[in-house]
């Protein structure tokens, strides 16, 4: 059976979608000894290196899925980069026998909060291309201003960069002393600098921002800054039927289905 080259690598944790289709293009991809194409078929025999690294056994092997959940400090990059010296997520995730760490939703630097990542680079390409919900819910802290009665109105609708940003809640909660949190839902998620922005309109400064929701996903309570957890049970199932996937059986326990129904078989046969 044969598969979208860019969709194989991705699934397998070595790149994105958007990167894979970047290095075909790059030509740093060979199929058979030759420059891929962008949305090019490939086969179970065919040889696919990339960088000059034959990764062909490692697509024979079915990838096995995982999603973690990372409570991810204000002071790190989502992703390394090239010739940035910033620390990234990286180096505090769990570590992975083959492929890499990818994240499936958005989260720069200086915000603060939920980070799901996946060893399947497919995923976010996924969710972002559903049409199911993905409502974020965010806690924003500001500073109060310097009389307790000039605090401005904040709206709910605002024009940034010639697109209309909307929020569906943008509520000021309980605060003490110079700071005072916010509460601020959306459908979707807002591009980035749009929450900023929404207080920046209104002359009052944004000193945190934490993203506790994020599609069918929340920021456990009991998970600690710079620590991951996996994702397991009916939340897995959410944000995969947010993908539209369904959760993988393990093999173990397909096997023992199958075995369950094949011994259902014998016993109706010899009635």
């Known amino acids: 059976m044969d598969e979208r080259l860019h969709k194989l690598l991705?699934?397998?944790?070595?790149g994105s979608r958007r990167q894979v289709e970047e290095w075909i293009r790059a030509g740093r991809v060979l199929v058979n000894g030759r420059p891929a194409e962008v949305g090019q078929r490939v086969r179970p025999s065919d040889r696919i290196a990339v960088d000059g690294r034959d990764v062909s056994r490692r697509l024979a092997r079915a990838p096995s899925l995982r999603v973690i959940l990372y409570h991810k400090p204000g002071g790190e990059m989502s992703k390394s980069r090239d010739g940035d010296d910033r620390d990234a997520v990286e180096a505090r995730l769990p570590a992975l026998h083959s492929g890499r760490w990818l994240p499936v939703n958005a989260l720069g630097f200086g915000e603060e909060g939920l980070l799901v990542l996946s060893n399947d680079g497919s995923l976010a390409s996924d969710i972002a291309r559903s049409a199911g919900p993905q409502p974020v819910e965010y806690r924003v802290r500001v500073l109060r201003p310097r009389a307790p009665d000039s605090w401005?109105?904040?709206p709910t609708r605002i024009e940034r960069a010639g697109e209309t940003a909307t929020f569906s809640a943008v509520e000021r909660l309980e605060g003490e002393g110079t700071n005072v949190?916010?509460?601020?839902?959306?459908?979707?998620?807002?591009r980035r600098g749009v929450l900023r922005a929404l207080f920046d309109g209104a002359g009052l400064k944004v000193s945190r921002l934490l993203l506790l929701g994020w599609g069918p996903v929340t920021l456990p309570r009991d998970l600690p800054r710079g620590r991951a957890r996996d994702l397991t049970g009916p939340d897995l199932d959410a944000l995969l039927d947010l993908a539209g996937r369904a959760r993988p059986a393990r093999a173990g326990k397909a096997a023992r289905g199958e075995r369950a129904r094949r011994t259902t078989a014998r016993r109706s046969a010899g009635r």
């Open 152 to 154: 401005p109105e904040l």
């Open 10 to 14: 991705a699934q397998h944790g070595i």
């Open 181 to 190: 949190w916010f509460r601020v839902a959306a459908e979707r998620p807002p």
